[in-house]
Nanobody
Framework: QVQLVESGGGLVQTGGSLRLSCAAS????????MRWYRQGPGKERELVAS????????NYADSVKGRFTISRDNAKNTVYLQMNSLKPEDTAVYYC???????????WGQGTQVTVSS
């Protein structure tokens, strides 16, 4: 019923850019704060970025500040992660997560692979 589907991952060279998308079905993202997580090889999952439901506020991990931008388009029921100046250490599976504002619902996407090579 509820599904978050990530897309936009792939293989890029160091310094390149990717734009990840997370499209929701079964819920309206206008009632959810959104987060992007990532999990690199042999590492624990970490929070990369978060954004409020109205796109009024966002936060980033220190490792991606100035390079990544999280945004949302509630009319399209989609959240984005623009990734610039990519580094090999950004290589990971990136996951979208929705957290309910008026409910306690929480949902994960299945992830999309991002690989950054030299």
């Amino acid at each position: 019923q509820v599904q978050l589907v990530e897309s936009g991952g792939g293989l890029v060279q160091t310094g390149g850019s990717l734009r990840l998308s997370c499209a929701a079905s079964g819920i309206s993202l206008s009632n959810y704060s959104m987060r992007w997580y990532r999990q690199g090889p042999g590492k624990e999952r970490e929070l990369v970025a978060s954004v409020s439901r109205t796109d009024a506020d966002s936060n980033y991990a220190d490792s991606v500040k100035g390079r990544f931008t999280i945004s949302r388009d509630n009319a399209k029921n989609t959240v984005y992660l623009q990734m610039n100046s990519l580094k090999p250490e950004d290589t990971a599976v990136y996951y979208c997560r929705a957290l309910g504002i008026f409910t306690n619902g929480a949902y994960w996407g299945q992830g999309t692979q991002v690989t950054v090579s030299s």
